[in-house]
């Protein structure tokens, strides 16, 4: 089976390694000619696992202006550069192509619906932990799983299967019939952990630790529980506050990836977590302060 990825950061060359170890064709697409003439100086991914073991593979690379069709897209780039990344790849899709968003944020996911009505959109959330030491190169951090659904109109995964290989070492991978649940999980926590962690310039594990961070994540949670009860939106059975309180534990030494961005003076996702929420909270006529305050200090980051 053949395989598209497009956006070689740390969650991309993760997935590239691993569908061409379960011995799918896999190609990644890279931004310009100065990155793929940086990858065919080797033109190989480099992979160390959690127990610093290294392999290596061979995924093919292209440009998004080639005109070989695509019919299995992995989007993995950053939530605000999804737009883009469809519009350089659209005159390669075929109809009915399975487009995969494997990204952080929401937002995007209906924008990309509606501009591709003859493709199957997927939606997939991961608590896989992967980064870059060095352009394709990916060290595992932590294992997670990865869940994904069907966004486009059509319900049932029955009909339109997706077709991963059964097996593949190193990612656990489950379908469901409601993706919506877990990209609203994953936003949720991310909500909390991130601009929080990048205002606070704290490891994740700070926020559980510090009785006065936690008291502010108290706050952004309580703001994010309104929300999703105005929209009818499940999120946990107990509080989010918990989960949040749990995955900060589970991966405390971690920054988190909107800390690195702040750090590293880049554009933050903040648009797609926090001001996704924040639209909704518009909607709805609800007052979330606190939100808003975090996101006007993300926005106030400097970044290139
Ligand atoms: O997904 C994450 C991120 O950093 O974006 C969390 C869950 C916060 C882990 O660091």
Redesign the pocket.
């Known amino acids: 089976m053949q395989w598209h990825i497009l956006g070689a950061g740390a969650i991309g060359c993760l997935w590239a390694h691993c569908l061409i170890k379960a011995k799918q064709d896999v190609r990644i697409i890279l931004r310009n000619e100065v990155h793929l003439h940086t990858y065919k100086a080797t033109s190989r991914l480099h992979y160390t696992d959690m127990d610093a073991r290294k392999s290596h593979s061979f995924p093919q690379a292209e440009l998004p202006s080639d005109a070989a069709p695509i019919t299995r897209l992995f989007i993995t780039t950053k939530a605000f550069s999804t737009q883009d990344a469809i519009d350089s790849i659209r005159h390669r899709l075929v109809d009915n192509a399975h487009i995969v968003l494997l990204q952080?944020g929401m937002g995007q996911h209906e924008q990309v619906c509606n501009q591709l009505p003859h493709c199957h959109v997927w939606g997939a959330s991961s608590?896989d932990?992967a980064y870059l030491t060095s352009p394709f190169h990916v060290t595992r951090a932590g294992k997670g799983e990865t869940i994904i659904g069907l966004l486009s109109r059509y319900n049932k995964l029955s009909d339109f299967p997706l077709l991963l290989p059964e097996k593949m070492d190193d990612l656990t991978v489950h379908l469901t019939q409601n993706i919506s649940l877990y990209l609203w999980r994953?936003l949720a926590?991310?909500a909390a952990?991130?601009p929080l962690?990048a205002l606070l310039d704290c490891r994740?594990g700070a926020l559980s630790s510090v009785p006065a961070y936690r008291q502010k994540v108290s706050i952004i949670c309580k703001e994010i529980e309104a929300i999703a009860e105005s929209l009818h939106q499940p999120l946990f059975e107990d509080s989010l506050e918990k989960h949040v309180f749990s995955?900060a534990e589970l991966?405390a030494n971690?920054?988190?990836?909107?800390?690195q961005d702040v750090t590293h003076k880049r554009k933050t996702e903040i648009d797609y977590i926090n001001g996704f929420i924040q639209a909704q909270s518009a909607l709805k006529g609800l007052d979330t302060p606190f939100n808003k305050q975090l996101i006007t200090s993300i926005q106030a980051k400097p970044h290139s």
């Open positions: 952080n608590t932990g994953k926590i991310n952990i991130n962690t994740n995955v991966t971690n920054f988190s990836s909107m800390h």
